[in-house]
C-alpha cells in the first residue's frame, strides 16, 4: 500500500497501531527535541538578568492551577481581572494600564504609537536595547548618548540631543546593563526640560531592588500624557520565561498604544501568576532582601579580589576585567561552564554577572579564579 496521510491516520487509529501511539515511552521520544535547550547540562546561566530562584510560591501555585483549569482556554476572562490588579496595585485607573508580554511588547507598542520616519528617540549608551531598535524599525532616528562617569544618564546630554522632532526618549533605571542609578531628584529636574513634543518613557523593570536605595523613587505616580512608566514581571516575580509586563501612562497615551495590541498577548498562566504575586507583598519584599544578600556577597568577593565593581541597585553587577578584553573572559568562562552576559560597547574592559543562588556564585568564583590565574 502506497503511504498517504490518509492511510496514515488510518493505521494509527486502529487496533494495536492506536495501542502503541498512546504509550508513553513513544509519547517521551516525540517531545524530547522540543525539551532541548541549547545550554550544555551543567551550565550556570548567569547571563540574562534572570532571577535564579524562579517565581514567588504563591504565584507557582495559582499557575499551576491555571494551567490545570483553564491552558485550553483563551484568556480573555483574564484581561480585566489583571489589569485591575495591577491598576489597584498601583492606585491608577485601569484604563491608564497596557499590559503585554514583559517590557518588550510594551517598547514596541510605545514606538509603533509614536516614532516614524523624520523622528529621532534619545537613549543612553549603553542600555536596555530593544527600544531604540523598535523605533528604528517604525522609521525613527536612534541618538545615544554615552552615560557619564559615574554611569548615571547624562541627562545634560540628552537634553542636548533632543529636538522638536523627538518622539521618545528612554530612561532605563536602574539602566542595564551597568545596574547604575539616576538619581530621582534630576529626573524630576529633566522632566520639565523635555521637549514638548517628547514622551518620556521609564524602564523601571529592576525597581523592586532599588526601593531601599536614598537616590532612587518610581515615577509611576507621575504617569501621564507625556511620561510612561514600564514595569515587568520578570525579575523581582521571576517570570521571565512567561512574558508578563505593563506600562501605565494616561488614558489617552493607553490608547494610543493599545491599537497596535494583539487581540491576544498575554497567556492566562502568565496572568495568573501576576495577579498572585501582587497579591503578595510579604514574599515580594523577602525576594528582594535576599537579592540584597547576594548581591553584598558579590560585592565582598570582589573586594577580596581587588576587582572593580559599578555599585549595583539590580539583581547584576558591572565587574571590572583588569584590562583583560570581555570577549576573551567571557569565553573562557564559558569554557567552564559558566554563562555571562555578553558585551556591552563601549565597556568593553568590564563583563555584566547576574546573581545565581549561593552555590552556583561559589561556582562563578571558581571559575573565575581558575581564569585569571
Known amino acids: 500500500m502506497p503511504f498517504s496521510r490518509r492511510s496514515f491516520i488510518h493505521r494509527v487509529t ?11 515511552p513513544l509519547t517521551e521520544n516525540l517531545f524530547a527535541q522540543a525539551r ?10 548567569l547571563n540574562s538578568n534572570e532571577n535564579a530562584y524562579g517565581p514567588l510560591p504563591s504565584a ?9 483549569n483553564s491552558g485550553n482556554r483563551y484568556p480573555f476572562t483574564l484581561y480585566n481581572p489583571l489589569a485591575e490588579r495591577i491598576a489597584a496595585y498601583n492606585k491608577v485607573d485601569p484604563k491608564q494600564i497596557v499590559v503585554g508580554a514583559g517590557s518588550t511588547e510594551p517598547m514596541r507598542l510605545a514606538a509603533q504609537a509614536f516614532c516614524s520616519k523624520g523622528k529621532n528617540i534619545v537613549l543612553a549608551d549603553p542600555t536596555f536595547e530593544s527600544m531604540g531598535e523598535f523605533a528604528t524599525e517604525a522609521g525613527a532616528e536612534v541618538r545615544k548618548v554615552p552615560l557619564t562617569r559615574t554611569f548615571a544618564h547624562d541627562l ?3 537634553l542636548q540631543r533632543a529636538d522638536a522632532n523627538t518622539a521618545l526618549v528612554y530612561i532605563c533605571n536602574p539602566n542595564n546593563p551597568t545596574a547604575s542609578l539616576t538619581p ?9 526640560k523635555l521637549p514638548s513634543s517628547a514622551v518620556l518613557v521609564i524602564d523601571e523593570a529592576y525597581h ?21 512608566v514600564m514595569r515587568t514581571f520578570s525579575k523581582i516575580y521571576g517570570m521571565a520565561g512567561l512574558r508578563l509586563g505593563y506600562t501605565v501612562s494616561s488614558t489617552s497615551t493607553a490608547e494610543k498604544m493599545k491599537a497596535y495590541l494583539l487581540p491576544i498577548s498575554v497567556n492566562s498562566v ?20 535576599r537579592n540584597a544578600a547576594d548581591r553584598g556577597e558579590f560585592f565582598k568577593q570582589a573586594v577580596l579580589r581587588k576587582l572593580h565593581v559599578i555599585p549595583s541597585a539590580a539583581n547584576f553587577a558591572m565587574l571590572g576585567t583588569n584590562g583583560k578584553p570581555a570577549g576573551d573572559v567571557i569565553s573562557a568562562m564559558r569554557q567552564k561552564k559558566v554563562l555571562i552576559g555578553r558585551p556591552f560597547p563601549p565597556m568593553l574592559d568590564y563583563v555584566r554577572i547576574s546573581f545565581g543562588l549561593p552555590e552556583e556564585m561559589k561556582a562563578f568564583w571558581n571559575a573565575w579564579d581558575q581564569t585569571q590565574a
Not at 532541548?36 to 546561566?45: A, K, L, N, S, Y
Not at 530621582?184 to 520639565?192: D, M, R, S, V
Not at 523592586?208 to 510612561?228: G, N, Q, T, W
Open 156 to 158: 545634560d546630554g540628552m
Open 14 to 24: 486502529t487496533g494495536a497501531a492506536a495501542s502503541a501511539l498512546l504509550q508513553f
Open 208 to 228: 523592586h531592588f532599588a526601593m531601599d536605595v536614598p537616590e532612587y523613587r518610581s515615577f509611576l505616580d507621575r504617569a501621564s500624557d507625556r511620561l510612561i
Open 60 to 68: 507557582m501555585k495559582a499557575m499551576q492551577d491555571a494551567l490545570t
Open 36 to 45: 532541548r535547550t541549547g545550554v550544555p547540562e551543567g551550565t550556570i546561566r
Open 184 to 192: 530621582a531628584k534630576n529626573l524630576e529636574t529633566f522632566i520639565g
Open 270 to 289: 502568565a496572568a495568573a501568576g501576576g495577579i498572585a504575586s501582587l497579591d503578595d507583598d510579604q514574599a515580594m519584599k523577602f525576594a528582594a532582601q
